[in-house]
């Protein structure tokens, strides 16, 4: 279900809604490149476990208006007037890649009105030298292109997009398999469409320097209960380890795959368990604080 809502300033944010309608409330915030429709493997565990999960396109993305002058934690803001709008007390958190990042921003905002924060494989604050002498130097050498290449970023992601660099991208993509299956083929083509339904509006530039300059929030000191989840093949996987061992209510939960590992219902099952709090059914097997 869509639903588009309406903020104080006039601008319009699109959000998807999956799960259970009735539900535990929580939020999804989309990677780089993605949409509000990111999370749709995400539904069947939120049925099943009880989550009602509001996914939001960033402004600029899918169906939400852009903001030019947009900051890490202004973004806060628009979540807080969402869960206004929604009549939502408190609410989990959780968000993919880039999404990871704006997880810790709201956390760090609206610590009243944030459960717990479930960041996959985040993005790291590249700006501490501290969390990059913690990343592999693959990590390190993907983020020092991504920050050069930052004007010709919306030419490069669409082509990197395309069935050729997809093949290419296959071969040393730990998640490649899950991609060739059909119906999770079809639902990342719709999430990659929204990507781009406007026009390019510099979204992903903006995105770019929000990860690549001090995030404006000590991001050791969220006081909520974070859950970092990386992939056991991510390249980040050096500094979720450290960063779970900052956080004054942190750990670390290592997953099957890489990067783009959401649709392995393994992954989706316990990002779901994460969000709803019954993650101490199951044993977290690896981790910092546990």
Request: proline share 7%.
């Amino acid at each position: 279900m869509v639903v588009r809502i309406a903020l104080q300033d006039g601008r319009k944010v699109e959000i998807e809604e999956y799960g259970d309608p009735q539900g535990q409330p929580a939020l999804w915030f989309h990677g780089g490149f993605s949409s509000r429709l990111e999370p749709s493997f995400l539904d069947a565990p939120c049925k099943e476990l009880g989550v009602r999960l509001l996914s939001l396109d960033r402004p600029g993305v899918g169906g939400s208006d852009p903001l030019r002058n947009r900051t890490l934690i202004g973004y806060a803001d628009d979540v807080r007037q969402v869960l206004d709008s929604q009549e939502i007390d408190q609410a989990a958190v959780g968000g993919l890649s880039n999404g990871g990042m704006y997880t810790m921003a709201v956390a760090s905002q609206l610590p009243d009105r944030v459960l717990r924060a479930v960041p996959n494989n985040s993005s790291a604050p590249i700006a501490d030298a501290h969390a990059r002498a913690a990343l592999g130097w693959k990590a390190r050498l993907s983020y020092r292109l991504t920050v050069r290449r930052v004007d010709r970023l919306d030419d490069m992601m669409t082509k990197a997009h395309g069935p050729i660099a997809r093949r290419l991208a296959s071969l040393a993509n730990p998640d490649a398999q899950l991609y060739d299956q059909p119906d999770v083929a079809v639902a990342h083509a719709a999430t990659l469409r929204e990507a781009v339904r406007q026009p390019s509006n510099g979204n992903l530039q903006i995105e770019v320097r929000h990860l690549s300059q001090p995030w404006g929030f000590d991001h050791r000191a969220i006081t909520v209960p974070v859950a970092i989840v990386s992939g056991a093949r991510d390249a980040g996987l050096g500094y979720a380890r450290a960063w779970a061992q900052e956080l004054p209510q942190g750990r670390l939960v290592v997953v099957p795959g890489g990067h783009l590992a959401m649709p392995d219902p393994r992954v989706s099952r316990r990002l779901v368990e994460l969000l709803a709090g019954v993650d101490s059914l199951r044993p977290i097997g690896t981790g910092g604080r546990g």
